[in-house]
């Protein structure tokens, strides 16, 4: 049907995905669309006026016919399916496949002028739809029996094994090989009364109830089953799948209280004679009790492990025998058990009758307003445990005392090598102020300042490993801070390095402290180039990342929250696993002795821990290595820092500045250089020496106190002189901020910190900052 004719028919029709024919009374061709052309090989126009069985050769089913003449001369539709037959018309597709299809016949119009719509559709589409649903409901079965706790047997009409799932093969001890092929019942030691049920199953009848079968394991063991099973057809087959459930645990269970029921019968009759065995010989104690814990019944391990006399028992509550303190877990239990709750396990620590304790397990259901329990003693487990905690304390202690061995070891090395350079350099000095030679006394003093800020450095460095090091914690634009590190990031890394800085244009800031993460990323840098020995390139990214929920990193986790990310990657010789799960640890290096501390990775780690964040690495040998630091996102806009003040300016206006020190040196330094700026400076040894004068009406205008005082600390101080002058500005000083935590956040308003060792005139300039803001 390529165009309208002459009955209307519409070359629209060629687009639809299935075949049209329509015939006129005398059962001639009106026309037919593109689908027919293509499957019979004529033309619309070659078939027009032409008969069906004389354009396919008479190849015309008598079913179809008969469905036609109904169509055209009683008006009735009829759908005629074909299966069986490999088609009922000649028709075949472009690719030479013989059309499976159905034809459905429908009239059109009215007598006199009735016609015939013939619509056929290719059903080998819809068989392969059929298909594809089918293999999927069996990939699901499939994935359904091969993960279900239960055996699932498939099995002919004989009985004999065809299918299994994993589940079979655990429970019996065959490998699949041995299952199949083999009837059922030569795994059970009760076949007969499998034989039976797999009859009524088979003819049709069907299962009440589960069964109860015993199996035989491949070791010889029993196996205890309840079993369920179905018929299923398929070609003409019967098949039968069995389910069997294990019921080893209760069937113990079951036992245990059918056992116990049986030893209650007896003592309600009085009668002990013929107790049962087990409760006899049992080391578990066992007792049958009313509801409200009044004992009616208990077996000989109560004499035999807690030492009481049946005669002490009998009448008496099972809660005088549990210890005051976890008397009411009993008798939430007890309570729980009463309302019909599911038993559940609970340990108590029973009284003995030698005035010691035994930890006891106890399992308990309630029937017939009776408690039924049995107790198994965990006491020797529970000291086991206990002993391998002390022996888990033990071995971690002893871990703890050989790392101090290490960092002892080696930091005692290096300050002796530093105090070396200090001490030789002033005694030099001193003697040459005694002779009154004064030329090359420069080099010496920078001698022993290079050699203290080397100390400094080290100390700065093991504070971070150990999260102690006071941060500083400002809004930071790590993209102007990476900027500026380049110079000195290309000159450590030397040429053979190609540097590539990738920084993202929508950072947001950062809430760190800039000169650790400076340190931060030179170490990392560092370790980069000394992994690409033959050259490489290292890459420092910048991105913003969002955790939307606690993630898990190994044996670390990150909050949610937004964060800063800074990427620093190689393309060095990178880490073997093991190496990798080893690369945070203090003392690890992969370096030559006396080439690497082991605490760079270290320090880096707790510097992301302080700042919380995080630190992530990934690695493989041979390709390199990548390092993302994440950093708590700075909401808020970043402050531009002006430039520091020249040194000169950097004096007093006679200014009163209280300094409380505890170290005599310490403070004699900094009264002196503060005396030299031009304060006035007053002193005290510790807080209770500080007390009077700030108390008193002396004006002060600033405070300097160390954090790490005996007696009250730095900031406990500084709450007690804001309390009488609270507008007095405070400045810390401080190796590491642990003991000082207050009432407040540690830093308020008008309070700023110092870190030791420093340098004086930072100290010189910080003071006058505080002073004229």
């Not at 000159?491 to 402290?513: F, Q, S």
């Not at 300016?649 to 700026?677: F, H, M």
Request: proline share 5%.
């Amino acid at each position: 049907m390529n165009a309208p004719d002459r009955n209307g028919v519409s070359g629209v029709f060629d687009a639809i995905d299935l075949g049209l024919i329509l015939l006129d009374g005398d059962r001639r061709v009106i026309g037919w669309n593109a689908w027919i052309e293509k499957a019979s090989g004529l033309s619309d126009t070659a078939a027009r006026d032409h008969r069906l069985d004389e354009l396919f050769a008479g190849r015309i089913p008598p079913r179809l016919a008969t469905a036609i003449s109904q169509a055209l001369e009683l008006g009735a539709s009829s759908l005629v399916t074909h299966t069986l037959h490999p088609a009922m018309l000649p028709l075949r597709t472009p690719t030479g496949r013989q059309l499976v299809h159905n034809i459905s016949v429908r009239p059109i119009g009215k007598r006199p002028h009735l016609r015939c719509l013939l619509q056929i559709l290719d059903v080998t589409v819809v068989a392969g739809r059929e298909r594809i649903l089918r293999e999927r409901q069996n990939a699901r079965y499939d994935a359904v029996v091969g993960s279900a706790p239960d055996t699932i047997l498939t099995l002919d009409a004989d009985g004999t094994v065809q299918l299994v799932n994993p589940a079979a093969v655990q429970q019996f001890g065959y490998s699949p090989e041995e299952l199949v092929g083999q009837p059922l019942s030569s795994f059970l030691e009760n076949p007969q009364e499998w034989g039976t049920a797999f009859k009524a199953v088979r003819a049709g009848e069907g299962l009440s109830r589960p069964i109860e079968l015993t199996a035989r394991r491949k070791n010889g063991s029993p196996s205890y089953l309840e079993a369920s099973a179905s018929r299923w057809t398929t070609e003409g087959r019967t098949f039968v799948t069995a389910i069997l459930r294990d019921v080893n645990e209760r069937r113990m269970a079951v036992d245990a209280l059918r056992l116990l029921n049986q030893t209650l019968e007896k003592r309600v009759a009085q009668s002990t004679a013929d107790r049962n065995r087990m409760w006899t010989l049992s080391t578990d104690v066992m007792m049958v009790a009313g509801l409200d814990g009044t004992l009616n019944s208990v077996n000989p391990a109560w004499t035999q492990l807690l030492g009481w006399q049946e005669s002490e028992l009998i009448g008496a509550n099972v809660m005088d025998f549990v210890v005051p303190e976890e008397r009411a877990v009993l008798q939430a239990e007890l309570d729980a058990l009463a309302r019909g709750t599911a038993p559940r396990l609970i340990e108590l620590t029973m009284r003995a009758g030698d005035d010691a304790s035994r930890r006891i397990e106890w399992s308990a259901v309630a029937a017939d307003n009776l408690l039924q329990a049995v107790g198994r003693d965990v006491t020797a487990e529970r000291e086991a445990e206990k002993a391998l905690r002390q022996a888990e304390e033990a071995l971690r202690h002893s871990q703890k005392m050989e790392a101090i061995g290490q960092l002892t070891g080696g930091i005692a090395h290096d300050f002796n090598n530093m105090l070396t350079a200090i001490i030789g350099s002033m005694e030099v000095l001193k003697r040459r102020i005694r002779d009154g030679r004064y030329d090359d006394m420069h080099s010496f003093m920078d001698s022993a300042i290079g050699a203290a800020n080397r100390a400094a450095s080290l100390t700065h460095r093991l504070l971070a490993f150990a999260r102690r090091q006071p941060l500083d914690p400002k809004a930071v634009d790590v993209n102007k801070l990476i900027y500026g590190m380049e110079d000195l990031l290309e000159r450590t890394l030397g040429e053979k390095i190609k540097l590539e800085v990738r920084l993202a244009p929508d950072l947001g800031p950062a809430l760190t402290d800039a000169h650790q993460l400076e340190n931060a990323i030179l170490n990392l840098a560092i370790n980069a180039r000394d992994a690409m020995p033959q050259g490489g390139t290292l890459t420092i990214a910048t991105e913003n990342a969002i955790i939307k929920s606690r993630e898990q990193y190994g044996q670390e986790t990150i909050d949610a929250g937004d964060y800063t990310v800074v990427c620093v990657g190689d393309t060095g010789v990178g880490m073997s696993p093991d190496t990798l799960s080893k690369v945070f640890e203090p003392f690890f290096t992969t370096k030559p002795l006396g080439q690497g501390t082991g605490l760079g990775l270290s320090m880096i780690y707790g510097f992301a821990k302080q700042s919380r964040g995080h630190i992530r690495v990934e690695s493989a040998e041979n390709v390199g290595t990548t390092f993302q630091l994440y950093l708590p996102r700075y909401q808020g806009a970043v402050e531009t820092r002006p430039l520091a003040p020249a040194r000169d300016a950097a004096t007093g206006a006679g200014e009163t500045v209280l300094v409380i020190e505890d170290d005599p040196a310490v403070r004699l330094i900094i009264s002196n250089v503060l005396q030299d700026l031009g304060y006035a400076s007053l002193e005290a040894s510790d807080g209770q020496a500080a007390l009077p004068i700030l108390t008193s009406n002396t004006p002060l205008d600033l405070l300097i106190t160390d954090v790490g005082l005996p007696g009250m600390n730095g900031r406990q101080i500084a709450e007690i002189a804001r309390q009488h002058r609270p507008e007095l500005k405070v400045l810390f000083v401080t190796g590491y901020a642990e003991h000082a935590t207050g009432h407040a956040p540690f830093l308020a308003r008008g309070m700023e910190m110092v870190t030791k060792p420093f340098a004086l005139d930072a100290l010189a300039l910080k003071i006058r900052d505080m002073l004229r803001k």
